[in-house]
């Protein structure tokens, strides 16, 4: 299984980027997926989650109401919409894969396979 993030870049405060995550294999077996990142010098920080079926979606209480996560089944793709971006925000941002039901969306030990990560990069 690879996992390939990809629509980081550099915006101004309260701009927008979406990020998207492919999987290379069907997401049948996936229980769910993740987005985290991590800033330097800062430990990875989980951002949100979705599960591969149903309507569960999960946020970090700093990015809620300016972000939105989603899936298209489709295309073994999920994707991070990123709204009113803040310099706080600025980190590199990684998908992760689960395999197995967790009630603990938001730890990485959880999480079976990763992204490589991109960069973004939110100026003041």
């Known amino acids: 299984v690879q996992l390939q993030a990809s629509g980081g870049g550099t915006v101004q405060a309260g701009g927008s980027l979406r990020l998207s995550c492919a999987a290379s294999r069907g997401p049948f077996s996936f229980y769910g997926m993740a987005w985290f990142r991590q800033a330097p010098g800062k430990e990875r920080e989980f951002v949100a989650a979705i599960r591969w079926s149903g309507f569960n979606r999960y946020y970090a209480d700093s990015v809620k109401g300016r972000f939105t996560v989603s899936r298209d089944n489709a295309k073994n793709t999920v994707y991070l919409q990123m709204n009113s971006l803040k310099p706080e925000d600025t980190a590199v941002y990684s998908c992760?894969?689960?395999?197995?039901?967790?009630?603990?969306?938001?730890?990485?030990?959880?999480?079976?396979?990763w992204g490589q990560g991109t960069q973004v990069t939110v100026s003041s």
């Open positions: 992760a894969a689960l395999v197995t039901s967790t009630a603990a969306m938001n730890r990485p030990s959880q999480y079976n396979y």
